[in-house]
């Protein structure tokens, strides 16, 4: 499988190209830092076990104007692409957001529109060559408005809805869409925050993820448990919701 | 005993109060000793004139007090033996960003003791387990480069079957590569392959003054010398170049024997070590008389390509220690049982087979969290090596010390080591390290101050990375490289900005707080 991948240096993007590369898989590594992008690439490569070389290119969600080049790029570099994963994104606790509005809206702009764009022009690049698979991470967050995670969890709930929309919309023309919903994973991402019950690893959300990418299924949390917490958590009513610390 | 307590009866000992305090760091038993008061907690009985005399009492509220983890409400970093601190770990997969002004870094948390702990005034230590990509690997001479906090299982899982396998390995896989340099581990085939300090091309390190600076044994010999063993505490291990050896196959050949005591041990010991480039060997020593020291030998070597299995070793299952597993079953007569099944378990004078890689390296690794076993007071490991100057007969006076002082231990390991490493603070040296898990009770200062004047007076040392209770003023009796180390140190890093709890506790840092720091 020809994989393009934006987010593999850090966190579940690195634990599931990882995974990946060690069943044999082709990356072209998308990212902001090169000189992280090569270190992934170079770790990438050992663990394939083979000379495949794991190409990147610069790729960076802050500013839109260079998702087509780049991916332009990596099509090139892949010749037919199988998958594009989007693991990237930005995060900070809801206090650390109100404080500073500025980083708000930057948070809110990479996680929602400028992901939007970027997939966009992955979709049309996808379809062009007559399908394939889109795997986004959006969040538990997004499936309902909670306390800690109001800003954070406003941008990805915008993200869910679209990549449901483009799962209703395309599936039908050959693109599969695969929206994965993690649940607290222990990342760098969640380093400074407290881990909740359930709290999933790295690895073991990427097992997950790898599965439904392989099958096509169109939404997944990630651990597995998240679907029932969340699913409790959008069905308690206001005055609990008011209550509650989660 | 505890149904007792609870109403009030004080059937063994009167409360000691506490009973332990070093210059500067307290252990604070009352925690255990809180809930069942004037008895100890856990174990066998507790003779009176086993009680330690109460020294200065340790305020109770001493924030710095090391003290097992299930009393400490809160986040808490702690060794393996379970005895820690309050604190956290910053983690992240950015290690040259997040060792920026930090003042120590911690692997996976194998060390036993206050290796990886911070110092007083501190409560956070960098984690760099997520940072654990490999960075480079010539299939041609096998030489690995990696970030320092890539574990040993996942090396092994990487490279086993590929061929490669590392130079020198600890007793547990559960560890970082950078713990692994920290620590400079020794393994079974220390009397042939060295500590991993002799395997390491080039370290990249952040010292106190933030930059970050590669040393080899050519370049910056003095920092590279005393980074190998030195706990950490000449500046954050960024990456390491570790030369990787070929194995023939990824199974060990083992041939084991049982023996039946202490003196006929160390004559196989040393037989062996001619004939294996690896042994290692569990003695029960809680059996005296003629049975002292008895126990089994194992030595082994990689399989051939004919000898060994054509197919990889399989991915072992694990099982996981409960968190509940009560400290009063490790008791005098489980401890005993155990030595003896596991003894006659191996039924014939001599077995010899193909093993699994893990089952010969690493059989504690099947247990995960195996340390709970000691319950919630903890444990400590003491590890020590005698010279050979100290003649044959250091082992088995140790082993009569150790049996008359009540120091019962379920597990002790033995092995001979070679000669002493490039690393100024490095552990072994030639001769025989023993090795055992004491279970933490009211009298294992006592029992350890005990030890150590032993191992002074026969001119061997302790092992850093597993030490909990060794006095500042005993481990300079018996390691005198201490102050070549510190110069080294104080030459990078002159405030000493860079410290654990263990370097306050036995080095004479001060403690540290957030001012200075």
């Known amino acids: 499988m020809n994989v393009v991948f934006l987010g593999a240096t850090r966190g579940m993007g690195r634990s599931l190209s990882r995974l990946m590369a060690e069943r044999g898989d082709t990356l072209y590594l998308l990212g902001r830092t090169p000189d992280q992008l090569e270190a992934s690439a170079a770790d990438l490569r050992v663990r394939s076990g083979s000379d495949a070389n794991v190409g990147f290119g610069h790729c960076d969600l802050e500013d839109p104007s260079g998702f087509a080049g780049a991916l332009d790029d990596a099509f090139a570099a892949l010749g037919r692409v199988d998958a594009i994963v989007v693991t990237a994104g930005l995060f900070d606790v809801q206090e650390a957001l109100e404080a500073d509005l500025e980083w708000a809206r930057k948070v809110v702009t990479v996680n929602l529109p400028n992901t939007i764009v970027f997939c966009e022009e992955a979709r049309t690049r996808l379809m062009a060559q007559g399908g394939g698979t889109l795997c986004v991470f959006s969040s538990v967050a997004g499936d309902r408005g909670r306390k800690p995670v109001g800003i954070y969890g406003a941008s990805k709930a915008g993200l869910t809805h679209y990549l449901d929309s483009l799962d209703f919309r395309y599936r039908a023309e050959g693109l599969k869409t695969v929206l994965v919903k993690p649940g607290f994973v222990k990342t760098g991402m969640t380093a400074n925050l407290k881990p909740p019950p359930f709290a999933g690893e790295p690895d073991q959300v990427a097992r997950i993820v790898l599965k439904a990418i392989d099958r096509g299924t169109p939404c997944v949390y990630a651990p597995g448990i998240w679907r029932w917490i969340m699913l409790t958590i959008q069905h308690l009513p206001r005055f609990m919701m008011r209550r509650a610390g989660f | ?517």
């Open chain 2, 1 to 517: 005993m505890r149904i007792f307590a609870r109403r009030g009866w004080s059937l063994l000992v009167p409360d000691g109060g506490p009973w332990y305090t070093a210059p500067t760091h307290r252990f604070d038993p009352a925690g255990a000793g809180a809930r069942c008061p004037g008895l100890p907690c856990t174990g066998r009985r507790i003779r009176i004139d086993e009680r330690v005399p109460m020294n200065a009492p340790v305020p109770a509220n001493d924030p710095h007090a090391l003290r097992p983890v299930a009393d400490i409400d809160g986040d808490s970093l702690a060794g393996w033996g379970r005895i820690g601190v309050p604190g956290r770990e910053v983690l992240g997969e950015r290690l040259d960003r997040i060792t920026e002004g930090a003042t120590l870094s911690r692997g996976l948390g194998r060390s036993y003791g206050d290796s990886s702990l911070p110092a007083p005034g501190r409560s956070e230590v960098v984690g760099t387990t997520l940072a654990d990509r490999i960075l480079g690997f010539d299939t041609d001479t096998g030489l690995l480069r990696a970030e320092a906090g890539l574990s040993l299982v996942e090396m092994n899982r990487i490279f086993l079957r590929r061929g490669w396998f590392t130079p020198v390995t600890p007793g547990t896989q559960y560890v970082t590569l950078g713990g692994m340099v920290a620590s400079d581990v020794h393994g079974k085939n220390h009397h042939v392959a060295g500590c991993v300090g002799e395997h390491i091309a080039e370290l990249k390190i952040r010292v106190a003054d933030g930059r970050v600076i590669t040393c080899s044994p050519e370049v910056e010999t003095d920092l590279f010398d005393a980074t190998i063993g030195g706990m950490g505490l000449t500046g954050h291990i960024l990456e390491v170049a570790l030369r990787m050896d070929a194995i023939p196959s990824p199974w060990i050949h083992q041939t084991s024997y049982r023996v039946p005591n202490i003196d006929a041990y160390m004559d196989a010991l040393k037989a062996s070590a001619e004939e294996f480039p690896m042994t290692v060997g569990w003695i029960d020593c809680i059996s005296g008389g003629r049975n002292l020291g008895r126990g089994i030998l194992n030595c082994g070597r990689w399989a051939t390509p004919g000898e060994a299995p054509s197919r990889p070793p399989p991915v072992k299952g694990r099982i996981t220690m409960p968190s509940f597993f009560p400290g009063w079953m490790l008791n005098a007569l489980t401890m005993r049982a155990f030595n003896e099944l596991y003894y006659w378990k191996h039924l014939p004078k001599k077995k010899v087979g193909i093993v699994h890689p893990d089952t010969f390296f690493y059989p504690l690794d099947a247990i995960l969290q195996w340390n709970r076993m000691y319950g919630r007071r903890g444990f400590t490991q003491y590890q020590c090596v005698l010279p050979n100057s100290a003649g044959r007969g250091a082992a088995r006076r140790f082993l009569e010390l150790l049996t008359r002082e009540g120091g019962a231990s379920f597990l002790c390991v033995i092995k001979d080591c070679g000669p002493e490493g490039r690393g100024v603070l490095s552990f072994p040296r030639d001769g025989i390290s023993i090795a055992l898990d004491i279970p933490v009770r009211r009298n294992t200062q006592q029992l350890v101050d005990t030890l150590n004047a032993f191992v002074i007076d026969e001119g061997g040392r302790i092992y850093l990375t597993k030490d909990t209770f060794t006095r500042a003023e005993d481990f300079a009796k018996m390691d005198p490289r201490i102050e070549r180390f510190q110069a080294i140190r104080k030459a990078w890093d002159p405030d000493l900005r860079i410290r654990s709890a263990q370097s306050v506790r036995m080095f004479g840092d001060p403690p540290l707080d957030e001012t200075t720091a």
